[in-house]
């Protein structure tokens, strides 16, 4: 995370503590690493996306923002919140493009863009949450600490500090964690 913890951690402070005007300053303060995440899950969508990084981050900041304050602890516990709602849009997303195909709606891909698809990333990534769904039923933890470090971007240390755990403990859950979706998702 490129933005100085203070700054964040300030402002997420102010907010909770009912200062309505640190709501637009957090969220200016933690905008461009919002919406760097917002572009890294995006890049790695299908071709000819039409959900953008800025529209992302819009829809993640109603998510964050709209409703009362929330008891922030720091910066890594903001980003941490930010990823889960960031995965949530994302799959909504994607289940709602899966319910226009169903529904007789049509994408065009050039023959180069088709080439070689094995599945609609849609429900590649429908099946992740699936999958991480199902992770969090066996081992919640585990599942959070996927959400944090795939969909967040927090490094080892800040998502070991949101859970309260150690940085050796995170990394043992992160292998378990990704063995464990691997097998999940090439099973047929």
């Known amino acids: 995370m490129?933005?100085?913890p203070t700054t964040l951690t300030h402002w997420l402070l102010e907010w909770r503590n009912g200062n309505q005007?640190?709501?637009?300053?957090?969220?200016t303060a933690a905008y461009s690493e919002l919406r760097r995440l917002a572009a890294w899950h995006l890049q790695r969508e299908r071709p000819g996306h039409t959900l953008q990084p800025t529209a992302l981050v819009n829809e993640l900041?109603?998510?964050?923002?709209?409703?009362?304050?929330?008891?922030?602890?720091n910066r890594a516990h903001?980003?941490?919140?930010?990823?889960?709602?960031?995965?949530?849009?994302?799959?909504?997303?994607?289940?709602?493009?899966?319910?226009e195909k169903r529904e007789g709606g049509y994408v065009r891909l050039?023959?180069?863009?088709?080439?070689?698809?094995a599945s609609p990333l849609e429900e590649d990534l429908i099946a992740?949450?699936?999958?991480?769904?199902?992770l969090e039923e066996l081992d919640p933890r585990s599942a959070r600490v996927i959400e944090m470090?795939?969909?967040?971007?927090?490094?080892?240390?800040?998502?070991?500090?949101?859970?309260g755990i150690s940085v050796a403990t995170l990394k043992r859950?992160?292998?378990?964690?990704?063995?464990w979706l691997v097998r999940q998702l090439t099973k047929k």
């Not at 470090?149 to 859970?163: D, H, M, N, P, Q």
């Open 21 to 27: 005007d640190a709501a637009k300053e957090l969220f």
């Open 173 to 179: 859950d992160w292998e378990f964690a990704r063995a």
């Open 2 to 4: 490129s933005q100085e």
């Open 110 to 117: 050039s023959l180069t863009e088709a080439n070689g698809l």
């Open 149 to 163: 470090r795939f969909f967040g971007g927090l490094t080892e240390k800040e998502s070991a500090e949101v859970l």
């Open 128 to 134: 992740l949450d699936q999958a991480l769904c199902r």
């Open 78 to 99: 903001f980003f941490a919140l930010a990823a889960q709602q960031l995965r949530r849009l994302l799959i909504d997303y994607a289940r709602g493009r899966l319910a």
């Open 61 to 73: 900041y109603l998510k964050l923002f709209a409703g009362e304050p929330v008891n922030w602890q």
